[in-house]
């Protein structure tokens, strides 16, 4: 069974900190990789999307993708209290209906 | 761009009473359209996958038959609860992933603002 594992939280972490969030994924034939944010109440918002090994930067986001240990990360620098959401790993194995396994989310809190 | 629809927001029903939930991509063709529910507290569950033209497929333990999903067109998807029951109440989302302008959006799948359903 195709899984994927967050630490569920919460992170705690001072404004203009670097949040770090991480996720393994079970399935070593998983192609792409998405990182949605979900403020409580609201459904969920992509922030990024990785394919390849390495590092992708989007504005304060960096998601780090390495298949060979089955890790992805995203970063959040200089956070800011309205960064406080749950941060969603999700991964597409090839499908071809483009189905994605979720994690479970990490509780980030960003504290003023 | 990307941008998908969900219509009601919010609905209260009494229970026995069936509710229809629409969900629309307004600025893409959506050929496949996922059906998410979410408890308070919980992770995503997905419910079914549906592409344009053809019959849901339903993940394991979700009734067919009581969570009806149609996807008649490119840009409209639609989930029926048939028969309501107050463990019915959640918060339904769908998401879609398809083209736009002609080229591939991707497998990026773009969520609605969901459903808030309550059954009395």
């Known amino acids: 069974q195709k899984e994927v594992e967050q630490n569920s939280g919460p992170l705690s972490v001072p404004e203009g900190a670097i949040a770090s969030l991480n996720c393994t994924y079970s399935d070593r034939g998983s192609q792409s990789f998405f990182w949605y944010r979900q403020y409580s109440g609201k459904s969920p918002e992509l922030i990024m999307s990785i394919y390849s090994n390495g590092d992708k930067e989007d504005g304060r986001f960096t998601a780090q993708l390495n298949k060979a240990s089955q890790y992805v990360s995203l970063l959040i620098r200089d956070s800011q209290p309205s960064d406080s959401a749950t941060y969603l790993c999700a991964v597409n194995s090839g499908g071809s209906n483009y189905k994605l396994t979720f994690g479970k989310g990490t509780l980030l809190t960003v504290n003023p | 761009g990307a941008v998908v629809s969900q219509h009601p927001s919010w609905v209260i029903c009494k229970s026995g009473t069936s509710v229809k939930i629409e969900c629309r991509s307004l600025d893409f063709q959506a050929t496949t359209m996922f059906w998410y529910r979410q408890f308070p507290k919980q992770s995503l569950m997905l419910m079914a996958t549906?592409?344009?033209?053809?019959?849901?497929?339903?993940e394991q333990g979700v009734e067919k038959d009581k969570f009806l999903i149609n996807h008649a067109s490119l840009t409209l998807s639609t989930l029926t609860v048939t028969s309501a029951h107050p463990e019915d109440s959640s918060f339904y989302i769908c998401?879609?992933?398809?083209?736009?302008?002609?080229?591939?959006?991707?497998?990026?799948?773009?969520f609605g603002p969901g459903t808030r359903l309550l059954v009395l």
């Open positions: 998401s879609a992933t398809g083209y736009s302008g002609g080229a591939l959006a991707g497998e990026t799948q773009y």
């Open positions: 549906s592409n344009e033209g053809s019959k849901a497929t339903y």
